[in-house]
C-alpha cells in the first residue's frame, strides 16, 4: 500500500480488533474494495477507500487485511483530532493486531498531545492518553523511517510480537511530557532496534517483562529518562527478561543512561544475559543504574 503527500486528520483507527463497543461493528475488507494478495498488483487504492469509509463511519469500524505481505508507505502526515478527548481513552490511537509480514515506511504520526499533557499537569480529570501506534500479537514486522511526534502516551508499542525490525525510528516529545516512552515492548521476541533518535519524556526505550532476544545499536537517546529494562517484579508469577543486547549508543542530556529497574516485592521474575556496550553519555545524571526498589514512595501490597 502507498499513501503519498497527504495530511489526513485520523480518527481512532484498529486493524483486525476494535475495542469493545455496544454499537454494531462494521468490518470493511479491504478485497472488498479491489486489493489483490497477489503480491505484484499495488492495493493502494483499495486501501484508501477502506480507510475513508472506515473514518466517516459512525459506528466502531474495523479494516480487515487478510493474509499476505502488507506494505504501508506514507509520505504525508496522520494527525490525531484536535480534541485529546476523541481518542484519549481508547488505549491506542493505530493498532495492528494479529498481522503477519507488515511493513510500515515512511512519513509522521502525529497524536497532538499536548493539551493532554497539560490537563495532566493542572491535575484535572483527565483521559489516560493513547499510544500511537500498537502491534499487537504479530510477527514478522517490519518499521522504517517512520516519525512520531507528540503521542499522548507510549509513541511505539509491540506487544508479544514475534521477529520485529525498527530501523531509521524518529521520535520526538518534549522532556517534561508524561509517559510519552518512545518505543514500549512486552512479551515479544527477536526484536532489533537501529540506528534510531529518540527524544521523550519518559524511557527512550522501555523493556517490560516477557522480552527475550532484544537487539538494541545506534541509538541517540536525549531527552528521556534513558533506556530501561523494566520496570520488573510488579507480579509474584511474572515472565523474566533475557538476553539482551545495548550497544553503540548515545545519551544526552538523559536522567539516565542504561537501566535496570524493578519494584522490591516478592516476584519470580528475572534478568538474564544482558550486554551493555560501547555507550556514551554526555551530561547524565546516571549513566549506568541498577535500581532494586524501583519508586519507593508508591503504595504497594505487602
Same mark, same amino acid.
Given at each position: 500500500?502507498?499513501?503519498?503527500?497527504?495530511?489526513?486528520?485520523?480518527?481512532?483507527?484498529?486493524?483486525?480488533?476494535?475495542?469493545?463497543?455496544? $454499537?454494531?461493528?462494521?468490518?470493511?475488507?479491504?478485497?472488498?474494495? &479491489? !486489493?489483490?494478495?497477489? +503480491?505484484?498488483?499495488? =492495493? %493502494? /487504492?483499495?486501501?484508501?477507500?477502506?480507510?475513508?469509509?472506515?473514518?466517516?463511519?459512525?459506528?466502531?469500524?474495523?479494516?480487515?487485511?487478510?493474509?499476505?505481505?502488507?506494505?504501508?508507505?506514507?509520505?504525508?502526515?496522520?494527525?490525531?483530532?484536535?480534541?485529546y478527548n476523541a481518542i484519549g481513552n481508547s488505549e491506542?490511537?493505530?493498532?495492528?493486531?494479529?498481522?503477519?509480514?507488515?511493513?510500515?515506511?515512511?512519513?509522521?504520526?502525529?497524536?497532538?498531545?499536548?493539551?493532554?499533557? $497539560?490537563?495532566?499537569?493542572?491535575?484535572?480529570?483527565?483521559?489516560? &492518553? !493513547?499510544?500511537?501506534? +500498537?502491534?499487537?500479537? =504479530? %510477527? /514478522?514486522?517490519?518499521?522504517?523511517?517512520?516519525?512520531?511526534?507528540?503521542?499522548?502516551?507510549?509513541?511505539?508499542?509491540?506487544?508479544?510480537?514475534?521477529?520485529?525490525?525498527?530501523?531509521?525510528?524518529?521520535?520526538?516529545?518534549?522532556?517534561?511530557?508524561?509517559?510519552?516512552?518512545?518505543?514500549?515492548?512486552?512479551?515479544?521476541?527477536?526484536?532489533?532496534?537501529?540506528?534510531?533518535?529518540?527524544?521523550?519524556?519518559?524511557?527512550?526505550?522501555?523493556?517490560?517483562?516477557?522480552?527475550?532476544?532484544?537487539?538494541?545499536?545506534?541509538?541517540?537517546?536525549?531527552? &528521556?529518562?534513558?533506556?530501561?529494562?523494566?520496570?520488573?517484579?510488579?507480579?509474584?508469577?511474572?515472565?523474566?527478561?533475557?538476553?539482551?543486547?545495548?550497544?553503540?549508543?548515545?545519551?544526552?542530556?538523559?536522567?539516565?543512561?542504561?537501566?535496570?529497574?524493578?519494584?522490591?516485592?516478592?516476584?519470580?521474575?528475572?534478568?538474564?544475559?544482558?550486554?551493555?556496550?560501547?555507550?556514551?553519555?554526555?551530561?547524565?545524571?546516571?549513566?549506568?543504574?541498577?535500581?532494586?526498589?524501583?519508586?519507593?514512595?508508591k503504595k504497594i501490597d505487602a
Amino acid at each position: 500500500m502507498f499513501i503519498k503527500r497527504i495530511k489526513l486528520v485520523v480518527p481512532v483507527l484498529f486493524f483486525l480488533l476494535l475495542r469493545y463497543s455496544s $454499537a454494531k461493528v462494521i468490518t470493511y475488507n479491504i478485497l472488498s474494495f &479491489g !486489493a489483490k494478495a497477489n +503480491g505484484r498488483l499495488d =492495493s %493502494k /487504492n483499495a486501501f484508501l477507500k477502506a480507510w475513508n469509509s472506515a473514518c466517516v463511519s459512525t459506528n466502531p469500524a474495523i479494516i480487515y487485511v487478510p493474509p499476505g505481505a502488507i506494505t504501508f508507505k506514507i509520505d504525508g502526515t496522520l494527525v490525531a483530532p484536535s480534541s485529546y478527548n476523541a481518542i484519549g481513552n481508547s488505549e491506542v490511537w493505530i493498532k495492528f493486531h494479529r498481522v503477519n509480514h507488515v511493513t510500515i515506511s515512511g512519513g509522521t504520526l502525529d497524536a497532538q498531545g499536548a493539551p493532554l499533557w $497539560a490537563c495532566k499537569s493542572s491535575r484535572k480529570a483527565c483521559p489516560k &492518553g !493513547a499510544t500511537t501506534l +500498537g502491534i499487537y500479537h =504479530s %510477527k /514478522n514486522i517490519v518499521i522504517s523511517r517512520l516519525r512520531s511526534v507528540n503521542s499522548q502516551m507510549f509513541h511505539i508499542l509491540l506487544y508479544a510480537c514475534n521477529n520485529a525490525k525498527l530501523q531509521g525510528v524518529s521520535i520526538v516529545a518534549p522532556d517534561l511530557s508524561p509517559n510519552t516512552d518512545g518505543i514500549h515492548l512486552i512479551s515479544s521476541t527477536g526484536v532489533t532496534i537501529l540506528n534510531s533518535k529518540i527524544a521523550t519524556g519518559d524511557d527512550c526505550i522501555s523493556i517490560g517483562p516477557g522480552n527475550s532476544n532484544i537487539w538494541i545499536e545506534k541509538v541517540t537517546c536525549g531527552p &528521556g529518562h534513558g533506556i530501561s529494562i523494566g520496570s520488573l517484579g510488579w507480579e509474584l508469577q511474572e515472565p523474566g527478561v533475557q538476553n539482551v543486547v545495548v550497544k553503540s549508543t548515545t545519551f544526552i542530556g538523559t536522567q539516565n543512561g542504561v537501566r535496570i529497574k524493578t519494584w522490591a516485592r516478592r516476584s519470580n521474575g528475572f534478568v538474564k544475559n544482558v550486554v551493555f556496550q560501547h555507550s556514551t553519555m554526555v551530561n547524565v545524571k546516571n549513566p549506568i543504574i541498577i535500581d532494586a526498589n524501583y519508586c519507593p514512595n508508591k503504595k504497594i501490597d505487602a
